[in-house]
């Protein structure tokens, strides 16, 4: 079983939409949680980023980290076509070695205009 | 803006070729990884480094090596390429204080 669990998708929604992305983990070490965007043929970038349990806002998105439940989510309020892109989460314990993280398959989103 | 290079965006390669893909930060960051990407599979960890001349395996490190004589770059060989070896190659970087990864573009492998 993976460590990290991504709901696979793929997502299609119309522009405007509420979009729910999550994923669960099984290792109760990881502390640091992030989620990357990754456009189509170009590298993942860093979206978000959250330390231990809460939640985080930036614009459009917001980031919720359950720790008693092992599960994490990115939530995208007012969906935009730009948006379309595929989404990776991503963990990494307090003592990790040279902070490696952990990645979720990712989950490809799709906003229709 | 931390920036992250890939020697080559686009490779193709022969069975048997030794290949070389580089990787290039210019933030000073301490550790780099490499990783590859197939569709169903998700990113996986080939090599990490945490310092310079400093290496770790990953999770599939088979058919790989890597080269970290500088600290902004990181080289990984892949010694007699198969196609089994076609893939997008990501590079990444962090430094200490922080989790999170910068990726560069990545370089699309074919080995034919």
Redo the contacts between chains.
């Keep these: 079983q993976k460590e990290v669990e991504q709901d696979p998708g793929p997502l299609s929604v119309p522009e405007g939409a509420i979009v729910s992305l999550n994923c669960t983990y099984s290792n109760s070490a990881f502390q640091?949680f992030?989620w990357?965007r990754q456009y189509s043929?170009?590298?993942?970038?860093?979206l978000m980023?959250t330390y231990s349990s809460g939640n985080k806002e930036d614009g459009r998105f917001t980031a919720q980290v359950d720790k008693s439940s092992k599960y994490i989510s990115l939530f995208i309020r007012d969906s935009q076509p730009s948006d379309s892109a595929t989404y990776?989460c991503?963990m990494?314990g307090y003592n990790t070695?040279?902070?490696?993280?952990t990645?979720?398959?990712?989950t490809t989103l799709t906003v229709k205009p | 803006d931390v920036k992250v290079t890939q020697s080559s965006r686009y490779l193709v390669k022969r069975t048997g070729e030794k290949v070389f893909l580089e990787c290039v930060q210019d933030m000073d960051h301490e550790n780099m990884f490499w990783y590859r990407q197939d569709p169903g599979l998700g990113l996986r960890l080939i090599y990490f480094s945490y310092d310079v001349k400093m290496k770790e395996k990953g999770d599939i490190p088979e058919g790989y090596s890597v080269s970290r004589e500088k600290k902004e770059r990181f080289s990984l060989i892949l010694e007699s390429a198969s196609t089994n070896q076609t893939s997008m190659y990501l590079c990444a970087s962090r430094p200490d204080r922080v989790r999170e990864q910068y990726f560069g573009p990545g370089t699309r492998l074919t080995v034919t």
Excluded at chain 1, 103 to 106: A, C, I, N, S, V
């Design positions: 640091y992030m990357y043929r170009k590298g993942p970038e860093l980023y990776l991503a990494s070695n040279a902070g490696k993280s990645f979720g398959d990712g």
